[in-house]
């Protein structure tokens, strides 16, 4: 079965940092992309980030460009998403979720999301 399992999130001041991480298992984890997406409170769906099977392609939304940094490794089967200079607007549920391609695409913001496995989320809040 496939499992995906975030863990880091915390309270943060804004400015702050924090390291999430995903640990998955169930599936051949080096063949596919992978996604952080995010929920802020009574909001949608928001695609974050995604990086390919390789680890050398990643996308980002523009609202955390330069601020954030998705990175895997392929032998430990996890996906970390390094967040600095967090904002009170990155105050979100965040998922790890699984592509079903090798590939990444950025283009979420007028398609749905194809991801076919989330993780349960972690809460990321930022406040001063």
């Known amino acids: 079965q496939v499992r995906l399992v975030e863990s880091g999130g915390g309270l943060v001041q804004p400015g702050g940092s924090l390291t999430l991480s995903c640990a998955a298992s169930?599936?051949?984890?080096?063949?596919?992309?992978m996604a952080w997406v995010r929920q802020a409170p009574g909001k949608g769906l928001e695609w974050v980030s995604e990086?390919?099977?390789?680890?050398?392609?990643?996308g980002y939304v523009d609202s955390v460009k330069g601020r954030f940094t998705i990175s895997r490794d392929n032998g430990k089967n996890r996906v970390y998403l390094q967040m600095n200079n967090l904002k009170p607007e990155d105050t979100a549920v965040y998922y790890c979720?699984?592509?079903?391609?090798?590939?990444?695409?950025?283009?979420?913001?007028?398609?749905?999301?194809?991801?076919?496995?989330w993780g349960q989320g972690t809460q990321v809040t930022v406040s001063s």
């Open positions: 169930g599936f051949h984890f080096r063949n596919y992309a």
């Open positions: 990086i390919n099977s390789g680890g050398g392609i990643t």
């Open positions: 979720a699984k592509a079903p391609r090798a590939f990444i695409r950025a283009d979420w913001d007028s398609l749905p999301l194809d991801h076919d496995f």
